[in-house]
C-alpha cells in the first residue's frame, strides 16, 4: 500500500497500476498549497 503524503490516503497495487495515485497526488497537493496560500492572506 502507498500512502498520499498529503492527506494520509492509502492506494492499493490495483489503483497504482492505472496510475490513480498520481492524479490525486496531482490534485491533492494543489489543493493543500491553495488552501495554506487562504491562510496566510487571512492572517495579514
Known amino acids: ?4 503524503p498529503h492527506c ?3 492506494f492499493s ?6 496510475g490513480e495515485h498520481k492524479q490525486h497526488m496531482r ?3 494543489a489543493q493543500t498549497r491553495s488552501s495554506h496560500n487562504y491562510s496566510y492572506s487571512a492572517n495579514c
Not at 1 to 4: A, G, H, L, Q, S
Open 13 to 18: 497495487w490495483l489503483s497504482r497500476a492505472v
Open 27 to 29: 490534485l491533492c497537493e
Open 8 to 10: 494520509g490516503k492509502e
Open 1 to 4: 500500500m502507498r500512502e498520499c
